[in-house]
């Protein structure tokens, strides 16, 4: 009998370990469940990273573009020369025009005197 009472023992022990595993297995799934995604939650979050990862290669697209459009160190250096020779007409030009400045008005005052003297009826 004395074997019958241990192995009633034994049973109840092993008894208590498989409700203490199965508590400590519940607990932990629910634990487990709480701190990683949910398959909703993961699926929003991927299809706005997805989102986002879209807008991002339309950006990249647009400043390959624009790169790809933009002059090289040649063309910037052939615009710089030709800026500086046009600076250099402009500054001609300015010239010429102030000359012209001046000649009009030498011309002006004998003009307008011609055109008073016409007016008045050449009195």
Not at 8 to 15: M, P, T
Not at 68 to 85: C, F, M
Request: proline share 2%; with cysteine; aromatic share 4%.
């Amino acid at each position: 009998m004395t074997d019958l009472s241990t192995l009633a023992d034994w049973s109840r022990v092993i008894s208590f370990l498989i409700t203490a595993a199965q508590l400590l297995t519940t607990v932990g799934i629910i634990y487990l469940g709480s701190k990683f995604v949910g398959r909703k939650d993961c699926d929003r979050k991927c299809k706005a990273h997805e989102d986002e990862v879209a807008l991002l290669r339309d950006k990249l697209q647009t400043v390959k573009d624009t790169q790809a459009a933009a002059p090289t160190g040649r063309e910037i250096s052939a615009i710089k020369e030709q800026l500086g020779d046009m600076a250099g007409d402009i500054k001609a030009l300015r010239v010429g025009a102030e000359a012209n400045a001046d000649a009009m008005k030498r011309i002006e005052r004998p003009l307008n005197l011609l055109l008073e003297h016409e007016l008045s009826g050449g009195k």
